[in-house]
């Protein structure tokens, strides 16, 4: 029997994409290989939205190619989001690129509801990888978490690149969380990633209302500064999402709470990382994704320049996360 070895690089996305591929290959025969030396087939599913994704790949060129002389029927398939740029680069590595995921419809823990994104934040590559959003439609769905339901999962994921712009017809996310909420089972539902500028007061009611909804949120800020945020093309300030978040605090009291944040982005000054000081110190976050920011080709950031140096960087990423100590 065939054995097969997955390599994810990236976020519940990807990671939900690699479970409906592994999900295929089983259903083809496939087994997972207890170690990658071992495999006949390698998927690797990468995520090009920052620069060290991407240099990972080419980290693994070597290895790949050690294994190639040792196994000559050894396979090799690249996907995930992949900018056509690097697309170039790494046909040279792999026998296969697939531009997106293969689809298979199987039930997962992880669940997307979307795909693509229509924000297009200046840091960010995904509308030109993925496409712009695309919604699923609910009933389908529905019909997806009454089947990871059934088959026991404890918890469950909702995914999209902005999942509280979700809408199929009449319903939106704060509908499709309620719907979800009513289906029978022992079983937990989160969801991520929300934009904090279409975060509504009916889905801060049916969070706080729903028995199922974990209280947990990933609640992206990304700076604690307005003129950085307007750079990222982050549609909201930093006293729009401390009133937010407010008001999530006192709907859901015991909500835990983390957030996203990119130091150095081009052009922020000590002051204004100050200013992401300052909404640490004002939000005391539980846990915080705190990325140096690095330059990527294909989005609007790229065309800055990256004059933060990597020390400082460093630096503010340091003191960020001593906050959450």
Not at 85 to 111: A, L, Q, V, Y
Not at 154 to 171: D, M, P
Not at 304 to 317: A, F, N, W, Y
Request: charged share 30%; aromatic share 10%.
């Amino acid at each position: 029997m065939k054995k097969y070895w997955i390599i994810t690089f990236g976020c519940q996305m990807n990671k939900s994409d690699s479970e409906r591929i592994a999900a295929g290959l089983e259903k083809d025969g496939y087994k997972p290989a207890s170690k990658m030396d071992e495999a006949d087939l390698i998927v690797v599913n990468m995520c090009s939205v920052r620069q060290p994704a991407v240099d990972r790949i080419f980290g693994l060129n070597k290895k790949l190619s050690q294994l190639k002389t040792t196994n000559y029927k050894l396979k090799t398939i690249l996907t995930g989001c992949i900018l056509k740029k690097d697309k170039i680069k790494f046909n040279k590595i792999f026998d296969e690129i697939w531009e997106k995921p293969k689809k298979i419809s199987i039930p997962s823990k992880f669940i997307p509801i979307s795909n693509g994104c229509d924000n297009f934040c200046a840091y960010c590559v995904v509308p030109r990888t993925r496409g712009r959003l695309v919604c699923r439609g609910y009933k389908e769905i529905i019909k997806e978490i009454n089947e990871s339901a059934a088959k026991g999962f404890k918890e469950i994921w909702l995914l999209g690149e902005n999942v509280n712009r979700y809408r199929s017809g009449s319903v939106n996310f704060a509908k499709l969380l309620k719907m979800a909420d009513d289906i029978s089972g022992d079983f937990k539902i989160r969801f991520m990633s929300p934009n904090p500028a279409d975060f509504s007061d009916e889905l801060i009611d049916v969070m706080a209302k729903c028995q199922k909804i974990s209280h947990y949120l990933n609640l992206p800020a990304q700076s604690g500064d307005n003129e950085i945020l307007k750079k990222m093309n982050r549609p909201y300030t930093a006293e729009q999402y401390i009133k937010l978040v407010k008001k999530i605090r006192e709907k859901i009291p015991d909500i835990n709470l983390s957030t996203d944040v990119i130091v150095g982005f081009p052009g922020e000054t000590k002051k204004q990382f100050e200013n992401t000081v300052k909404l640490f110190k004002k939000i005391k976050f539980d846990i915080a994704y705190i990325s140096k920011y690095s330059p990527r080709s294909g989005t609007a950031a790229f065309r800055l320049k990256d004059d933060v140096p990597i020390k400082e960087k460093k630096r503010r990423e340091k003191i960020l996360m001593k906050m959450l100590k």
